[in-house]
């Protein structure tokens, strides 16, 4: 049986995909959100130390499943292995309604000027698609600003002298700091630093008709029993669905852009929740499904006129998967700095984003959110032995009297990180796997050694006894801050959509996700994710004339 | 309960190696575990669900080395990590293959090594092997699939321990407690009024 047409089917609820559907709703659009995952509640998380989003020990709360969502990873050494949505190495994000917001840390960054002019402020990097984005700060600015007020955002950047200009201060005032933030601020004033209250897509005090945070603590990984966590489920979904002109539909999973014989789409092919294959026609197809899963779902519409995938003619889609490269420094000391107030990350810097001696571009630092003791464990030093009596007296020593600092290095994009589809594994539909492959570029690598230098030297500052750091290693970045992969730009032969999220060869196609970043930034993604969403939303319902985009 | 396992247990069919860090449990949860286990342990001694009497003897031994009991507080035995260990196995042939493997394999080496089962070999000769395979650094095609299995045991028992209130309490950790009611601390509400400029 046909489905009736729609105006648009947005593909994938998350940070990207609920904004777009909240914006065509409200311009009277008739639109069809398909999200492959569940409505999940706090209730069906229940908070459980090992099976959340960040400790996955015993799965994936928020999605995909173990079962049905393979995905096959390269490693640097060719080695090839077919992973399950919660093994380490599969990159991955989330799978529900709200997708990554629904139990995110909620870091809500803007980019800085330079950030969208990495290669016109450093040059080329020899072995780096390093490229300039074809919009600018100053065109997103009304639209971070959009998503600051709409979403919610509390904290306090006015001690941020880095900060790019904003016409408008956050809707609400920051969380009282922890103890660590207590700690590390007189230590980044004293070092010269510029200390400031990290902006958070959190209630500090009643807003948008939710609750203000009770500071729990099991908050980055973990839904909000109290709603006090900003995400697109509780925000622009619910106004979508209201307007009466948005349907959401869970647990349906799209395996393919559908497409006309003039090389236009026509709608989206997928399975619902009982499996069933369906045809929804559409007048145009927004994709975002973040990074991995938006190149998949392109490079899996094939067709005559694409027959590399759709929008794929110049071999782009599906390049330059980018993450972050997180540097760490821990640090013990002589008193405690355990308070159990929560989300737990609380204070950053931006000192180290650019000017850099010798160095292209950097990232933000920043305290951690939590290390519950089962985390703390991975990051015993050596010395302490890691079986016995010495492991277990350092925990009862340390783990209240310890603290990370760590921060988003913004990546060098490689061509050849990257994201196919398998000739082989399919998941539990039939559709083809992501294929990942790649790893990092050296100069990534090089920034993050000096950035952990950084980290170290505040938390000494901050008077540590003891400190180490941690820098990654060499293989393939992506996971929760994966972009990259639908770069955009005004050369449809070294990009894949134009500044307006729109596929270059197939006007009524938008990929509005994190595919899109040309380059991700030294902050975590999602408040430019959201920025885009609002200013792609709003050249969309400006050029669409009742069934087809004006062009 | 039993019911709960029946699901969990029909949803781990499919799937192939099995890399550190994920076991295929989906449905499954830490408390729902612990929870478990401390009602088969009401009902009388535990008896294994899924090891045999020498493997889960074993086990324990491992779980005790790894966090021994001290003057301070109880290790990962007393915290109940070989029944969590035990509870998860019986739930996921995967795990299950990876810890019958790893623990014949211990019993193996230290016959060859020591000329007795693991359980029986001196404490001195056990700490010598847990700490070869206790390191990446130690890696050898011959000692690969101990180190392999090393890093199970120990994030198992690791986990088991924390999540226990013997673990959370050792730690002077608040731990993830049921709450009784939803409330916004006092402080916090002040100090937003106050930075706000309405207060
Ligand atoms: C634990 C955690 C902590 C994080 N902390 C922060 C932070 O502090 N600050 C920050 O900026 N970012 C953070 N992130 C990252 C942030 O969540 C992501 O950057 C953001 O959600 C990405 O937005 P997106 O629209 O690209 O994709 P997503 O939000 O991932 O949404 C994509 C959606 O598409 C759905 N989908 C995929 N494929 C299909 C398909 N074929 N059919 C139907 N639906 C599909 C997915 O299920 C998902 O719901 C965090 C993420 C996690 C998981
Ligand atoms: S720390 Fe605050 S926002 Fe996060 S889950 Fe707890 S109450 Fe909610």
């Known amino acids: 049986m046909a489905l009736e047409r729609v105006n648009a089917v947005v593909v994938g609820s998350g940070a990207g995909g609920g904004i777009v559907a909240k914006e065509l709703a409200q311009a009277g659009l008739r639109v069809v959100l398909l999200e492959r995952g569940s409505w999940v509640t706090a209730y069906d998380c229940r908070k459980d130390d090992l099976r959340n989003q960040r400790t996955t020990v015993l799965g994936n709360a928020f999605g995909p499943d173990d079962e049905r969502h393979p995905r096959v990873v390269v490693d640097e050494s060719g080695r090839e292995r077919t992973l399950r949505a919660s093994e380490p190495g599969y990159h991955n994000n989330a799978g529900c309604v709200g997708g990554g917001t629904a139990s995110y840390g909620a870091m809500a960054w803007r980019f800085m000027e330079k950030d969208f002019r990495m290669r016109s402020t450093y040059g080329a990097v020899p072995g780096s698609t390093l490229e300039d984005w074809p919009l600018s700060y100053a065109d997103l600015e009304p639209y971070y600003e959009k998503a600051e007020w709409e979403i919610g955002v509390s904290g306090d950047d006015a001690g941020n002298v880095f900060r790019a200009p904003r016409r408008r201060p956050l809707p609400m005032p920051p969380l009282p700091p922890n103890r660590e933030c207590q700690v590390l601020r007189p230590a980044a004033l004293r070092l010269g630093l510029h200390p400031f209250d990290i902006p958070m897509l959190r209630n500090s005090v009643p807003y948008n008709g939710r609750p203000a945070c009770m500071r729990c603590r099991w908050c980055v990984g973990f839904a909000c029993e109290v709603d006090a966590k900003c995400g697109t489920q509780n925000t622009v979904i619910p106004a979508a669905l209201k307007t009466g002109n948005c349907e959401l539909r869970c647990d349906c999973v799209a395996g393919q852009v559908l497409l006309d014989e003039r090389g236009r789409a026509a709608g989206v092919a997928y399975f619902d929740a009982r499996g069933r294959y369906r045809e929804q026609p559409a007048d145009l197809v927004v994709v975002s499904c973040a990074a991995i899963e938006s190149a998949r779902l392109l490079l899996n519409s094939r067709s005559r006129l694409f027959p590399k995938g759709l929008g794929n003619r110049h071999d782009w889609v599906g390049r330059n998967l980018q993450g972050h490269t997180y540097p760490r420094a821990a640090g013990l000391f002589d008193f405690e700095l355990y308070d159990d107030q929560g989300p737990g990350a609380g204070i950053a810097v931006c000192d180290y984003n650019h000017g850099n001696p010798g160095l292209a571009g950097g990232g933000m630092l920043a305290n951690e959110f939590i290390r519950l003791p089962y985390q703390f464990v991975a990051q015993v030093p050596r010395s302490a032995g890691r079986w016995g009596r010495g492991h277990k007296e350092f925990m009862r020593k340390w783990y209240r009297r310890s603290m990370s600092v760590m921060g988003p290095v913004q990546e060098m994009p490689m061509f050849d990180s990257r994201v196919e589809v398998d000739p082989v594994v399919k998941d539990h539909w039939g559709i083809p796997v992501a294929r990942l492959s790649g790893g990092k570029h050296p100069h990534t690598l090089e920034v993050a050694r000096y950035m952990a230098g950084k980290a170290e030297a505040w938390l000494k500052e901050a008077g540590a006894i003891h400190t180490w750091t941690v820098v990654p290693g060499p293989g393939l970045s992506g996971g929760q801050h994966q972009a990259g992969t639908c770069r955009m730009g005004g050369d449809p032969r070294t990009s894949v959509v134009n500044r307006y999220c729109q596929v270059h060869d197939v006007d009524n196609v938008f990929v509005i996700d994190g595919s899109v970043h040309v380059t991700n930034g030294g902050f975590n993604p999602v408040l430019t994710i959201m920025a885009l969403a609002y200013y792609a939303s709003a050249h969309l319902v400006k050029t669409w004339k009742g069934t087809r985009m004006r062009s | ?199």
Do not use: C
Request: glycine fraction near 10%; proline fraction near 7%.
């Open chain 2, 1 to 199: 309960m039993s019911e709960n396992r029946e699901t969990s247990r029909r949803g781990f069919l499919g799937a192939a190696g099995l890399a550190l860090g994920a076991l295929p449990l989906n449905a499954q949860h830490a408390h729902h575990a612990h929870q478990a286990v401390r009602q088969e342990k009401a009902k009388g001694p535990y008896r294994p669900r899924f090891f045999t009497p020498q493997e889960y003897r074993t086990l324990a031994k491992l779980a005790d080395l790894i966090i021994p009991a001290d003057e301070h507080s109880p290790g990962a035995v007393e915290a109940g990590a070989p029944e969590f260990i035990d509870f998860l196995a019986s739930n996921s042939p995967e795990l299950a293959a990876v810890f019958t493997g790893g623990l014949a394999w211990l019993d193996g080496e230290t016959k060859r090594r020591y000329s007795a089962a693991f359980v029986d070999a001196k404490p001195g000769d056990q700490a010598a092997l847990l700490d070869l395979i206790a390191y990446r650094r130690n890696d050898t095609p011959e000692l690969g699939p101990g180190i392999e299995f090393f890093e199970w045991a120990r994030k198992l028992t690791v986990d088991a321990f924390y999540t226990s209130p013997e673990g959370i309490k050792d730690l002077g950790f608040q731990g993830n407690g049921a709450m009784a009611e939803f409330s916004v601390p006092r402080e916090a509400v002040e100090y937003a009024l106050k930075r706000s400029g309405l207060g």
